[in-house]
């Protein structure tokens, strides 16, 4: 068992400053105020939630590749490039239980729906919207929360479909309703948001530099957004043809 990737939404992360005698003294002081027991039984329990979580992915990655499948089959293309699934990372976790406000614990990581989540990177805007409809048809899915960053895109120009989805898994000897965030975007909505990422969190620019590559960053991803129009034209002509 890793203590640092199931410990530190309760024992808290070290901050990049910290070296492994801070993190010795979380941990001792976590110990201290624990029976080992229960330190035991916390650890089992996370690694429990963790594997249900991946589970879930697991279940959600397959449901897109059926839909893939079956598309490519009856149009011959398939409306799906690529997919990527990940754990949100403990550092992440405890990052936005203390933005909320939320103590660490486990009734609180419920309340984070993104630790599991599952981008899929499709070929055309309106794939995004038609594989989403056929994900939220099938009747082991249940919404929970849409946010539709395409029709209307964040102020910094950031585009995607993002759905909270609730997914059953079967167990051994029980089932478990899973929630699972997924993002749909396409190559050119990808392309920007992964740079955008990456330079987001490079180094704290001076006021005007910042201002002004953010401007040029919302640019970029309005030429992104017609790009993906005419691409979806081309294609359009091309099918009708
Ligand atoms: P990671 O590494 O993917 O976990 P939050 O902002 O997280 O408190 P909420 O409601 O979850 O609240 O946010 P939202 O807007 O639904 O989606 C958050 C996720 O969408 C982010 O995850 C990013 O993956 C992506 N995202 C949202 N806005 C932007 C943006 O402006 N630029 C880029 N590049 N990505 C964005 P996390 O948690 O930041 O990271």
């Known amino acids: 068992m890793n203590i640092t990737e199931f410990g530190m939404p309760l024992v808290g992360t070290l901050s990049p400053n910290e070296n492994s005698a801070a993190l010795a003294e ?39 590749k059926v839909l893939n499948e079956q598309f490519s089959l009856n149009h011959e293309r398939n409306p799906i490039e690529s997919i990527k699934t990940r754990m949100k990372s403990s550092e992440s976790i405890r990052e936005k239980l203390q933005r909320r406000n939320l103590p660490f614990s486990f009734d609180s990581l419920d309340k984070i729906y993104d630790i599991a989540g599952i981008r899929i990177i499709c070929s055309f805007v309106d794939d995004i919207y038609m594989l989403a409809d056929c994900l939220l048809k099938q009747d082991d899915v249940r919404l929970i929360e849409r946010k539709d960053y395409i029709a209307n895109p964040k102020e910094n120009g950031y585009r995607s479909l993002h759905l909270i989805i609730e997914v059953p898994i079967f167990l051994q000897d029980a ?18 948001a992964n740079l955008e990422h990456k330079l987001r969190y490079k180094k704290n620019l001076p006021g005007d530099v910042a201002m002004l590559t953010a401007e040029e960053l919302t640019q970029c991803a309005q030429m992104s957004a017609q790009l993906d129009l005419k691409m979806q034209k081309v294609r359009d002509v091309i099918e009708n043809a």
């Open 175 to 192: 089932k478990r309703l899973m929630k699972v965030e997924v993002q749909l975007r396409t190559i050119a909505m990808e392309f920007w």
């Open 26 to 64: 979380k941990i001792t002081s976590f110990l201290n105020e624990n029976s080992l027991d229960e330190v035991q039984e916390y650890f089992e329990r996370m690694k429990a939630l963790m594997s249900c979580y991946q589970c879930a992915l697991l279940e959600v990655e397959t449901k897109f």
